[in-house]
């Protein structure tokens, strides 16, 4: 298993990196959260932590903490397009509920 | 789902609490508006159109609005209602406005501001400015996929009082709350991160469409101060575009237009100029009305040329803001450019040849102020909490929690949070008429409090007795500056509060610090599975709980097959709960729920049944 980009949500990664000026790539994982459960974090990663499992993703370094890997197997960050809104989404097959926007979701 | 945004190292936001924010500048002749989206500025494009807004509001007979490029068509056609420049009319009375040059509206003095007589009626320029805002809002909704929570909106430096109060009730009046007003060169240097150097003076030369701005800031402790300003509000780059055109009129033997002729020739310099910021020559070409073609082939040096004076003045008032600072060129330590007109390399030479350096233009100078506002509006909407007040920062070795039920850990401020932080959540009863609640702070990086770190615990007495889930208890975690720890709780009902301070670092070397943090890893998949299984057991016990005291009060309404099936089903249940099968628990509490179905609904009829009885159908408010 792992965790993966698509080749639209890489594309944008690159590009936000290439804007920001630096990074090394992109940090996915979970904290706990109040409403449903599990929120995920999405961020820009600096540097690889030692304990972090390192996935890559069309050329996108993806860092995930070991202790979040296990709500995000399998997961593929995907980017898209909401009438004029865009941003990214996670396609996590280990969710069984999520509270109504998804915003946080339970394994 | 909700889509969600890259953010810092450390700064994702909690589920529904990335707040929304822009930044709108606010311009004479052009309005925009910005945003920080993936931790990066960027301005919003209209749906048709580009980032920029003409600053220019149509009124028509019928009652309505347009606003911008639409308006701008209409601009010599129907002048009297296209309302333009109104930032020189906010906060004005009828003596400044007509001690100025536009006498194209039909003025009505009013108390305290001028107003506008339109065919739509009196309006005025707080009115005509809030139009503009709610396009922007508008624009950023739709391109943000939801409500705004505030502004920053910019206002040129020497805007006083009455200026800035006209500002702030337009954007009241467009349906904005504004985090604050921002000063336009602070804006700009802002949007180049001058505000990250402990100290230093910069100046900002913002030439736009029609106005000058000139203004020195002073930096100390990221905060910065006007020093001084000036300008000039008849100089911009719209008189580039007319020495330009009376030149190509003269060549052409064109003195005596007719208007649309004349606006033609401005359109076709304007264009001109803006070529001959990139290239070295250009060809203007426009045809007359009256078939005659005006024709000419302009160099960069003769558009020079006919422009120096125009530059030249532009240093004038630079000269004067300096000297009312008290400063030389040699004490700016840079110069940032704003407005479009500053594009023009004479504009760009003659900056850096007056100071000695060369001025800061890697940010689009009409986007500049915008860029500005919308990082100001980020952290003022709490998106960025950390960090940018502090320049020394520290971190938090192991997250800190509290204790839920079923032994497991809430954890409120996480790992490697820069401090000093503050972090809130609300948590609730877990029985009707509970009026207490132990909060038991925890650190570590574990599922369960028992492998976790206990810290400190406290109660929270005197909760008014509610049903179960509906007192709202808000947690708040705050660490200061020099680690220490204050854990407060406060019911919101009623105002309730406790509170206690621990130092969460005491007597943690760091070598027991790293061997928390790899249980925390070795344990993942142990801990995910144990999270699992208490969140079941813990709404096992609650679906048990409300059982037993619902037979207790209405055990009348079952007859004795069902009341022997729910006891049965009850005690399966609470022999499964004490096991460890997370799955089990979940069927066997799925089909106590279906289980009990009817028996909720009777009671449910029952208690509409007492609302009800004695009651005529007629007396009933439905």
């Known amino acids: 298993m792992a965790v993966t980009l698509s080749e639209s949500a890489a594309k944008h990664v690159a590009n936000f990196l290439a804007r920001r000026g630096k990074g090394v790539g992109v940090r996915l994982g979970v904290k706990t959260s109040g409403c449903s459960g599990m929120a995920y974090k999405l961020e820009y990663a600096d540097e690889a932590d030692a304990a972090d499992v390192v996935f890559e993703s069309h050329g996108v370094k993806v860092l995930v903490d070991p202790k979040s890997l296990p709500y995000i197997d399998g997961t593929e960050l995907d980017f898209v397009r909401e009438g004029l809104n865009e941003g990214f989404k996670f396609n996590n097959p280990n969710v069984k509920d999520q509270c109504g926007c998804g915003e946080s979701f339970n394994v | ?622």
């Open chain 2, 1 to 622: 789902m909700a889509l969600l945004q890259l953010a810092e190292p450390g700064q994702s936001a909690a589920p529904h609490e990335h707040r929304l924010a822009v930044g709108i500048d606010l311009g004479t002749t052009h309005s925009l508006v910005a945003t920080v989206r993936h931790s990066l500025p960027e301005c919003l494009p209209g749906e048709q159109c580009g980032i920029l807004l003409p600053s220019i509001v149509r009124y028509l007979a019928d009652g309505s609005v347009q606003v911008g490029r639409e308006a701008a068509e209409h601009q010599a056609t129907d002048s009297q209602n296209t309302i333009v420049s109104v930032k020189r009319f906010m906060g004005r009375g009828l003596a400044d406005v007509e001690a100025g040059a536009s006498k194209q509206y039909d003025f009505v003095d009013a108390d305290g501001m001028v107003r506008i007589n339109t065919v739509a009626g009196v309006k005025s320029p707080v009115e005509v400015s809030a139009e503009i805002l709610k396009v922007l809002r508008q624009r950023a909704e739709s391109r943000l996929g939801g409500e705004l929570v505030g502004a920053v909106i910019t206002v040129p430096a020497y805007f006083d009082d009455a200026q800035r109060q006209a500002t702030k009730d337009a954007a009241r009046l467009a349906g904005l709350n504004v985090l604050r007003l921002l000063n336009e060169p602070t804006a700009a240097a802002i949007a180049y991160g001058l505000d990250n150097e402990t100290e230093g003076t910069y100046a900002v030369f913002d030439l736009g469409g029609g106005t000058f701005d000139f203004s020195v800031l002073k930096l100390s402790r990221g905060v910065f101060e006007v020093l001084a300003t000036s300008g000039d509000a008849a100089l911009g780059g719209d008189d580039f575009d007319q020495a330009l055109a009376m030149w190509l009129r003269e060549q052409g033997g064109a003195s005596d237009l007719p208007p649309e002729d004349s606006r033609a020739v401005l359109v076709e310099c304007r264009r001109v100029k803006e070529a001959l910021s990139r290239a070295s020559a250009e060809q203007a070409h426009v045809t007359l009305s009256d078939g005659r073609e005006l024709c000419a082939s302009v160099t960069r040096e003769q558009f020079e040329a006919l422009t120096a004076k125009l530059v030249a003045k532009t240093l004038t008032p630079v000269r004067k803001a300096l000297r009312d600072a008290h400063l030389d060129v040699e004490d700016v330590k840079g110069v940032v450019l704003v407005g479009g007109a500053t594009r023009m390399p004479q504009i760009r030479a003659a900056v850096e040849q007056h100071f000695g350096r060369e001025p800061l233009t890697d940010i689009d100078p009409d986007k500049v102020v915008a860029i500005g506002a919308a990082i100001q509006a980020n952290v003022l909407a709490g998106n960025r909490r950390d960090e940018d007040d502090w320049l020394l920062l520290d971190v938090i070795p192991l997250s800190l929690g509290i204790e839920t039920m079923g032994g497991l850990v809430e954890k409120i401020v996480t790992r490697n949070s820069t401090i000093p932080t503050a972090k809130a959540q609300e948590f609730t009863t877990y029985k009707d008429g509970q009026t207490a609640m132990a909060i038991h702070v925890v650190q570590g990086e574990r599922e369960l409090v028992r492998d976790c770190r206990s810290l400190a615990r406290f109660e929270l007495r005197g909760i008014p007795p509610m049903a179960a889930g509906a007192a709202r208890i808000r947690v708040t975690f705050q660490v200061d500056a020099d680690g220490l720890l204050s854990v407060s709780a406060r019911e919101t009902g009623s105002g309730v509060e406790a509170s206690i301070t621990v130092k969460p670092s005491y007597g943690l070397s760091d070598d027991e610090i790293a061997g928390m943090l790899r249980a925390g890893f070795d344990h993942a998949d142990a801990d995910m599975r144990m999270r699992a299984l208490r969140e079941q057991q813990v709404e096992a016990q609650r679906m048990i709980e409300a059982v037993q005291s619902a037979l207790a009060v209405d055990g009348d309404l079952l007859d004795a097959a069902e009341c022997q099936a729910i006891h049965a089903a009850l005690n399966e249940l609470t022999a499964l709960n004490a096991g460890d099968d997370a799955r089990q628990i979940k069927t066997a509490l799925d089909a106590m729920n279906k289980l009990t179905e009817t028996f909720a609904a009777r009671r449910m009829d029952k208690t509409i049944r007492a609302a009800l009885a004695g009651q005529k159908v007629d007396d009933l408010k439905v």
